[in-house]
């Protein structure tokens, strides 16, 4: 089982290939990606640029709108589920390795967002409780909308 931060990561993981896809920074951020679960093996990092290149499909096929939100959501938990998962499988000394790559891949899709950005939300768990991967508690929460700009 994942100590709370290790989720934190995978789900911030998550929503960083989601918001990487439609952007210039895509191939990067793809590419890191396919290494840190590839994890050296070119067969492995080949099948997982396959993944990567599918999960942009879908999001571009989505389009906008309530659908699109729904299968964004979806392709956050399948891939914070499969950053769990490795995280889990590694021995300790490995997995800090993979959570320090990991968070340069969050950071750079952070660096890639849009700047137009209609809302912007912000959860800071540092408070939350975890049971199973879910928030049992909640932290500060900053909500920014620039509907007036």
Same mark, same amino acid.
Request: no cysteine; charged share 20%; aromatic share 4%.
């Given at each position: 089982?994942?100590?709370?931060?290790?989720?934190?990561?995978?789900?911030?993981?998550?929503?960083?290939?989601?918001?990487?896809?439609?952007?210039?920074?895509? /191939?990067?951020?793809?590419?890191?990606?396919?290494?840190?679960?590839?994890?050296?093996?070119?067969?492995?990092?080949?099948?997982?640029?396959?993944?990567?290149?599918?999960?942009?499909?879908?999001?571009?096929?989505?389009?906008?709108?309530?659908?699109?939100?729904?299968?964004?959501?979806?392709?956050?938990?399948?891939?914070?589920?499969?950053?769990?998962?490795?995280?889990?499988?590694?021995?300790?000394?490995?997995?800090?390795?993979?959570?320090?790559?990991?968070?340069?891949?969050?950071?750079?899709?952070?660096?890639?967002?849009?700047?137009?950005?209609?809302?912007?939300?912000? /959860?800071?768990?540092?408070?939350?409780?975890?049971? /199973?991967?879910?928030?049992?508690?909640?932290?500060?929460?900053?909500?920014?909308?620039?509907?007036?700009?």
């Amino acid at each position: 089982m994942l100590v709370e931060g290790l989720i934190a990561v995978a789900a911030a993981g998550g929503t960083a290939v989601v918001q990487a896809a439609g952007t210039d920074a895509w /191939n990067g951020i793809r590419d890191g990606f396919a290494r840190l679960f590839g994890r050296g093996e070119p067969g492995r990092e080949q099948a997982e640029l396959e993944r990567l290149d599918q999960t942009r499909s879908v999001l571009e096929a989505a389009g906008e709108g309530e659908g699109a939100q729904r299968v964004q959501i979806a392709q956050v938990a399948r891939w914070q589920t499969r950053l769990e998962t490795l995280l889990e499988e590694l021995p300790a000394a490995e997995q800090q390795l993979v959570v320090a790559e990991l968070q340069a891949l969050v950071a750079q899709a952070e660096a890639a967002k849009p700047v137009e950005t209609v809302e912007t939300v912000h /959860n800071d768990f540092s408070q939350a409780s975890f049971t /199973n991967s879910q928030v049992l508690g909640s932290g500060t929460m900053t909500v920014t909308n620039n509907y007036d700009k």
